[in-house]
């Protein structure tokens, strides 16, 4: 069993600043994948960004040039920065990670709120 444990979200008004932390329970060279997810109210859950074991980000569009992934190494630790938050940015984020034989985990949610 894996267990990720993730912080760093809370309430913020729009164009404000978050920075969320995953960290698995797993050595980061067992992973093969890294990501994040959000799910508001009355929605699905959706993709927010990922990145590879070899460093290779991607990021949905509706966050592309507002958010940024990455990771720490030293810290077995991966990130989520998020700026200009909208309101639409409201959700419980999911941190994610698969290994390398295609099992994946799930982080507790962390609640982030846009309130103007």
């Known amino acids: 069993q894996v267990n990720l444990v993730e912080s760093g979200g809370g309430l913020v008004q729009p164009g404000g600043s978050l920075r969320l932390s995953c960290t698995p329970s797993?050595?980061?060279?067992?992973?093969?994948?890294m990501r994040w997810y959000r799910q508001a109210p009355g929605k699905e859950r959706e993709f927010v960004a990922s990145?590879?074991?070899?460093?290779?980000?991607d990021h949905s569009d509706s966050v592309k040039g507002r958010f940024a992934i990455s990771r720490d190494n030293s810290k077995n630790t991966f990130f989520l920065q998020m700026n200009s938050l909208k309101l639409e940015d409201t959700a419980v984020y999911y941190c994610?990670?698969?290994?390398?034989?295609?099992?994946?985990?799930w982080g507790q949610g962390t609640q982030v709120s846009v309130v103007s």
């Open positions: 994610n990670v698969e290994n390398h034989h295609g099992e994946e985990y």
């Open positions: 990145i590879t074991n070899i460093g290779i980000s």
């Open positions: 797993i050595n980061f060279f067992r992973l093969s994948y």
